[in-house]
């Protein structure tokens, strides 16, 4: 992967979905105290159980494309609806055209049979990623930004 030249990267449109609270995070909070010891009401944090949205993006070297508000639960079929609506037009607005390099993680949604069918007969051009390396999607760095 690090061995392509700086060109090659202009073309690849970058894809994942998450999950945007607007209270707080779904991240677990550890707080630490002795046996028996009460705990202090100034470490604890409420819970609350709505207030946030499932959204799809994409992006690549020129920008962002389509944003994707989601209701419901994410499974293979919505995600591949969402794929064959947006993908083709985001790069097309996002001026990288028909050949682009499609990436996006392991996800067991992206990595279905119908979704992997699809991507090969639509966007044949997608980059190979490692297991567990949500690192190597710059993606995942505007999602953070917005949680």
Known sequence: MLNKPEMYWNNVLFADESKINIFGSDRRIMVWRRKNEELNPKNLVGTVKYGGALVWGCMSASG??????????????????????????????????????????????????????CCLYNWPQNLKTPPQSPDLNPIEHIWRELE
């Not at 079929?77 to 499609?102: M, P």
């Open 64 to 117: 962002l494309g389509n944003l994707v508000f989601i209701d419901g639960i994410m499974n293979h079929a919505l995600y591949l609806n969402i794929l064959r609506d947006n993908l083709k037009l985001s790069a097309q607005n996002l001026g990288i055209g028909n050949n682009f390099v499609f990436h996006q993680d392991n996800d067991p949604k992206h990595t279905s049979l119908n979704v992997r069918l």
